[in-house]
């Protein structure tokens, strides 16, 4: 018999939702974690796109996930294991290239063919990042302050971050400003010559991004990206044996094991509320599940839109949340492939640096001005920036025969409403064909052994896991949709108005990316307002 009763529910088995319930459960409480998919897992799944072939699905590096939650929910005894991403290979359409692998006589000769200053203001503008981003990396697990009307616990958190940022230096807390309301041309233009480089600080703020590189507050990205650690090791990326889905089915395995009830194909239609308080959900198919508690791992606007509804909330919050921004132009690509890529820059066989890297396709930092342009006209960036990686070269699990890879690609930026009354359904071959073209200009020989690819684009995001507008972040990562106001100075302590509610996901503080921050966050919350 299906159990309809619990101490809370949680919406949605991604990452932070299933953070949510591991840390609930160690506090006592019967929790049922609902999930619309056939799988758990959200964002950070792993699913064989091809027969033979598996990947990421969507997010497919890690880095910021919190070590304190990899601890605390015993992550490594459930199958969690990263390998380290140590290489970096930048290409353009010139032929030229930066490959740099953390060796510094080699990545220094990298920087000299280029500049002779770049590689040393690399390393101090590193060290600057370093240090500012320290700053963000202690806020992560602590509950943002109000903005008015706070107690005591909100003072403190206060006090914590002005003392943190006045541990800076002058020129520290010069940079912080900066990095905070600064715009990021700004920024590459004190700090590096050559044209070279500056792209790859450029394609730095990209991927959790959707902005040109003149708007004040872009720079953020470079510190949210400071934050991780890969083993103990600072600002490294890494990947995950298996692809990502190890990472949530590993909080799967530890939330059952400590009494969560996990349901997938379970798709909610509406949050209960009676006199203000919530009372459960109901499903699609109609069944009821009763819970004084549900913590929404959902985005914002469709947590508070579509599931709980405008009637329950008051008119200011309705408004506010309807103009929060939620987009970025992200579209996602798996290939398969019967052979390695062969770069054009990088001519000859066998598996080398080049494939064991983080691989980024920008022309010029014009060319990320170029597509975000291009992508708020409603047109498709042509060509996109790339971030493309090719796990299979370290990860041998991937595919089933020896020899086949899988490539994953992001490409940016990518609208969610195109222009001219065009549909994505309609679009999609064709920009999917227009990226691969582009590929080939750096692969040649990726005509010859693809087999198959998958896309996801914005739309299919909204789809596939029920991001709004195809949001990967569930809002955009800028100043006024931050911290205290992330996503509404009333919910961004993760209860909300409505008594019972909380927010687990993304479109709280401290945002997007894998990180389990706000799944810590608001589990922690939900305990200490536990009666």
């Known amino acids: 018999m299906t159990e309809s009763h619990f101490d809370a529910i949680v919406l949605g088995a991604g990452h932070n939702g299933l953070t949510t319930a591991n840390y609930l459960a160690m506090g006592g409480m019967r929790v049922c974690v609902l999930e619309q998919r056939p799988v758990v897992g959200g964002a950070a799944v792993s699913e064989e796109f091809h027969p033979g072939y598996r990947n990421s699905l969507a997010s497919y590096v890690v880095s910021l996930l919190r070590p304190e939650v990899i601890r605390d929910l015993k992550l490594e005894q459930y199958g969690y294991e990263t390998m380290l991403l140590e290489n970096s290979l930048y290409l353009d359409n010139r032929g030229e290239y930066l490959l740099l692998t953390g060796n510094e006589q080699h990545d220094r000769a990298e920087f000299a063919r280029f500049s002779a200053s770049d590689y040393d203001a690399l390393q101090s503008f590193e060290d600057s990042i370093d240090k500012v981003g320290a700053i963000l990396a202690r806020q992560w697990l602590r509950e943002p302050p109000r903005l008015h009307g706070g107690g005591l616990a909100d003072l403190l958190n206060s006090v914590k971050l002005g003392l943190d940022v006045y541990r800076l230096d002058e020129e520290q807390r010069w940079r912080l400003l900066q990095f905070f309301v600064g715009a990021p041309e700004s920024i590459i233009e004190r700090w590096f010559e050559s044209e070279k480089v500056k792209s790859m600080i450029a394609a730095h703020i990209m991927p959790a991004n959707y902005a040109p590189l003149s708007q004040p507050g872009a720079s953020l990205a470079m510190l949210h990206h400071a934050v991780g650690e890969i083993a103990g090791r600072k600002s490294a990326w890494g990947l995950v044996k298996g692809g990502m889905g ?286």
């Open 246 to 531: 190890t990472i949530t089915q590993a909080m799967a395995a530890a939330a059952k094991d400590r009494g969560v009830v996990i349901r997938t194909e379970a798709p909610v239609q509406r949050i209960l509320v009676r006199q203000g308080a919530v009372q459960g959900v109901q499903l699609e198919s109609g069944e009821t599940i009763d819970a004084p508690v549900v913590a929404a791992n959902t985005d914002p606007r469709r947590t508070f839109l579509t599931l709980l509804g405008e009637s329950h909330l008051p008119d200011g919050f309705v408004r506010d949340i309807k103009a929060f921004r939620q987009e970025s132009a992200s579209l996602r690509m798996n290939l398969a492939l019967n052979g390695l890529p062969e770069f054009a820059a990088f001519p000859g066989g066998g598996i080398g640096p080049q494939h064991r890297s983080s691989i980024t396709l920008i022309e010029n930092k014009e060319h990320l001005d170029r597509a975000y342009h291009s992508s708020r006209a409603g047109i498709p960036a042509d060509p996109p920036i790339i971030e493309a990686i090719i796990p299979s070269a370290m990860d041998d699990s991937l595919t089933d025969q020896p020899g086949t890879h899988v490539m994953s690609l992001l490409c940016k930026y990518m609208p969610y409403d195109l222009a001219g009354g065009e549909h994505w359904d309609e679009k999609k071959p064709r920009v999917v064909n227009a990226i691969l073209d582009y590929l080939t200009t750096y692969i040649p020989n990726l005509p010859d052994m693809l087999v198959a690819s998958q896309c996801l684009t914005p739309l299919d995001i909204e789809r596939l896991f029920g991001m709004t507008r195809g949001d990967i972040c569930h809002g955009r990562m800028e100043p006024d949709q931050l911290y205290s106001a992330r996503p509404h100075p009333a919910a961004a302590q993760y209860a909300t108005p409505v008594k019972g509610l909380y927010l687990c996901g993304s479109g709280t503080h401290p945002g997007g990316g894998i990180t389990g921050a706000p799944g810590h966050n608001a589990a922690r919350r939900i305990l200490r307002d536990r009666p």
